[in-house]
């Protein structure tokens, strides 16, 4: 067992204002053993040892500094009603093994898990993480346990997340990660995420999370409970938080494929020879608004509500690409059946929205965070009525102005530029567009990543 022993200068006085002595340089503090005790003399080679000896980095005060950490894959978590229809919202002794797809790697990582929309505390019985081959399957002896303060099950309570201890399994840049959790209870409120875009695998009876392959599973489109994975920061590291509604979150792109514009920016950087500076997350949520929360409940809180969540608390978190507003202006006058999104009185300003961006940018800059903003794309033809009208998009127009005009922003990423039909601006061009006219297509979000100049990203 190591010991670092720390010593004040002979001769100092301690320093009134601290409880913690002035500490002597690095090469006179004492590493000492159970059986032997070496002096690091001043600019004396060490005598000759049999045993291993063990550095620590020392700060200020001689304690080991911290591993810090950044995330490399997210999720904005949200709430969703117990559904008897589907597996994944109606969990009672079940196991559900899900992917995720990282941007940067490393030699281990964390998992977050969260319960912060369930109304009681969640007990998970067991996590595993390993290699995935499939949505049901992982690859021989990829298995590692995760744990949580070295147990290998966690309570965690209601409105509240946790964080893993390190899982040593080495990821490389843009790999998949599957992860699978056992809950031995009934579920009442799952915290997840929707359109996840990854089929998820919901198990038999019991705890299948050393299964190498779950059999007899259902599969679902939903995620519950994995909110982020985070790898040891490297020195410049940078996380580019792509935060926004279901156009950041890739909805209509092809599931399993990793079509997001996003992921596709993952894919763009994992060709590159420095990649490994650059992070990316995808905080995007289908129906999510920046000034109003859900209609229902899976499109999540506010952009004001849950911006410090899900984008100024990511650690490492250095720039947001900020996409937003498009449903704040569209959802007034759309039903569902019998539910009204909005008012169709309500339609938002361009001060409205331009006022929520500047609280947006007020609280980044504060923490020292750029913000990068996006225009909004052209939804004329979206196949939701109600949705999109002329003075609808006289709006979205001035807000693009001021996006791209105002300089307000830390930089423009001028999205409607590359979408619209130059012919009809009010509409994306057919090439890029879903079939629902509202979302890009898979072609459409890779024009979206391939038009974002990288030195946006850059610190300086």
Same mark, same amino acid.
């Given at each position: 067992?190591?010991?670092?022993?720390?010593?004040?200068?002979?001769?100092?006085?301690? $320093?009134?204002?601290?409880? @913690?002595?002035?500490?002597?340089?690095?090469?006179?503090?004492?590493?000492?053993?159970?059986?032997?005790?070496?002096?690091?003399?001043?600019?004396?080679?060490?005598?000759?040892?049999?045993?291993?000896?063990?550095?620590?980095?020392?700060?200020?005060?001689?304690?080991?500094?911290?591993?810090?950490?950044?995330?490399?894959?997210?999720?904005?978590?949200?709430?969703?009603?117990?559904?008897?229809?589907?597996?994944?919202?109606?969990?009672?002794?079940?196991?559900?093994?899900?992917?995720?797809?990282?941007?940067?790697?490393?030699?281990?990582?964390?998992?977050?898990? =969260?319960?912060?929309?369930?109304?009681?505390?969640?007990?998970?019985?067991?996590? =595993?993480?390993?290699?995935?081959?499939?949505?049901?399957?992982?690859?021989?002896?990829?298995?590692?346990?995760?744990?949580?303060?070295?147990?290998?099950?966690?309570?965690?309570?209601?409105?509240?997340?946790?964080?893993?201890?390190?899982?040593?399994?080495?990821?490389? @840049?843009?790999?998949?990660?599957?992860?699978?959790?056992?809950?031995?209870?009934?579920?009442?409120?799952?915290?997840? /995420?929707?359109?996840?875009?990854?089929?998820?695998?919901?198990?038999?009876?019991?705890? /299948?999370?050393?299964?190498?392959?779950?059999?007899?599973?259902?599969? %679902?489109?939903?995620?519950?409970?994995?909110?982020?994975?985070?790898?040891?920061?490297?020195?410049?590291?940078?996380?580019?938080?792509?935060?926004?509604?279901?156009?950041?979150?890739?909805?209509?792109?092809?599931?399993?494929?990793?079509?997001?514009?996003?992921? *596709?920016?993952?894919?763009?950087?994992?060709?590159?020879?420095?990649?490994?500076?650059?992070?990316?997350?995808?905080?995007?949520?289908?129906?999510?608004?920046?000034?109003? $929360?859900?209609?229902?409940?899976?499109?999540?809180?506010?952009?004001?509500?849950?911006? %410090?969540?899900?984008?100024?608390?990511?650690?490492?978190?250095?720039?947001?690409?900020?996409?937003?507003?498009?449903? *704040?202006?569209?959802?007034?006058?759309?039903?569902?059946?019998?539910?009204?999104?909005?008012?169709?009185?309500?339609?938002?300003?361009?001060? *409205?929205? #331009?006022?929520?961006?500047?609280?947006? #940018?007020?609280?980044?800059?504060?923490?020292?965070?750029?913000?990068?903003?996006?225009?909004?794309?052209?939804?004329?033809?979206?196949?939701?009525?109600?949705?999109?009208? $002329?003075?609808?998009?006289?709006?979205?127009?001035?807000?693009?102005?001021?996006?791209? /005009?105002?300089?307000?922003?830390?930089?423009?990423?001028?999205?409607?530029?590359?979408?619209?039909?130059?012919?009809?601006?009010?509409?994306?061009? %057919?090439?890029?567009?879903?079939?629902? /006219?509202?979302?890009?297509?898979?072609?459409?979000?890779?024009?979206?990543?391939?038009?974002?100049?990288?030195?946006?990203? $850059?610190?300086?």
């Amino acid at each position: 067992m190591v010991a670092v022993l720390c010593a004040a200068r002979p001769g100092r006085a301690q $320093d009134a204002r601290t409880p @913690y002595p002035r500490m002597a340089p690095l090469d006179q503090y004492l590493v000492a053993d159970r059986n032997d005790e070496i002096a690091l003399a001043r600019g004396a080679a060490p005598p000759s040892i049999s045993k291993v000896a063990t550095v620590m980095l020392l700060g200020r005060h001689g304690l080991a500094q911290p591993q810090k950490w950044v995330a490399t894959w997210a999720s904005s978590p949200a709430p969703a009603d117990p559904d008897p229809d589907r597996p994944i919202l109606n969990l009672q002794n079940q196991t559900v093994r899900e992917r995720v797809r990282i941007s940067v790697g490393g030699s281990q990582f964390r998992i977050r898990l =969260t319960n912060e929309y369930g109304s009681l505390p969640l007990l998970v019985g067991s996590v =595993t993480a390993a290699v995935p081959t499939d949505p049901a399957g992982v690859q021989s002896g990829s298995i590692q346990t995760v744990t949580f303060g070295g147990k290998n099950s966690i309570t965690i309570p209601a409105g509240a997340p946790a964080i893993s201890d390190p899982v040593s399994l080495s990821v490389a @840049y843009g790999a998949e990660i599957s992860i699978s959790l056992y809950l031995p209870e009934r579920v009442t409120t799952p915290t997840g /995420h929707e359109f996840a875009l990854k089929r998820a695998i919901v198990s038999p009876p019991g705890d /299948h999370t050393h299964d190498e392959k779950i059999q007899g599973g259902t599969e %679902d489109s939903r995620s519950v409970f994995v909110s982020a994975v985070l790898v040891p920061a490297q020195p410049s590291q940078r996380l580019v938080v792509a935060f926004g509604d279901s156009i950041t979150e890739g909805y209509r792109s092809t599931i399993d494929a990793n079509r997001s514009y996003p992921a *596709d920016l993952v894919s763009r950087l994992a060709k590159m020879p420095d990649n490994s500076k650059l992070a990316v997350v995808n905080e995007g949520i289908g129906g999510n608004r920046l000034l109003g $929360d859900w209609v229902i409940p899976w499109m999540g809180s506010s952009a004001l509500a849950r911006f %410090d969540r899900d984008a100024l608390a990511l650690p490492g978190v250095t720039h947001i690409v900020l996409l937003q507003g498009a449903n *704040d202006l569209g959802f007034p006058g759309v039903k569902m059946g019998q539910l009204l999104f909005a008012d169709p009185a309500h339609i938002p300003t361009a001060d *409205d929205l #331009i006022g929520a961006y500047r609280q947006l #940018i007020a609280r980044a800059h504060a923490r020292g965070i750029k913000v990068i903003g996006a225009t909004m794309l052209p939804l004329e033809g979206f196949d939701v009525p109600g949705f999109w009208s $002329d003075a609808k998009d006289a709006v979205r127009q001035e807000v693009n102005k001021w996006i791209r /005009h105002s300089g307000e922003f830390d930089g423009v990423i001028d999205f409607d530029a590359v979408l619209r039909d130059p012919d009809h601006p009010s509409k994306v061009l %057919d090439r890029f567009a879903s079939k629902d /006219h509202g979302h890009p297509n898979d072609a459409g979000y890779q024009a979206m990543a391939d038009a974002i100049n990288l030195a946006l990203f $850059d610190t300086n």
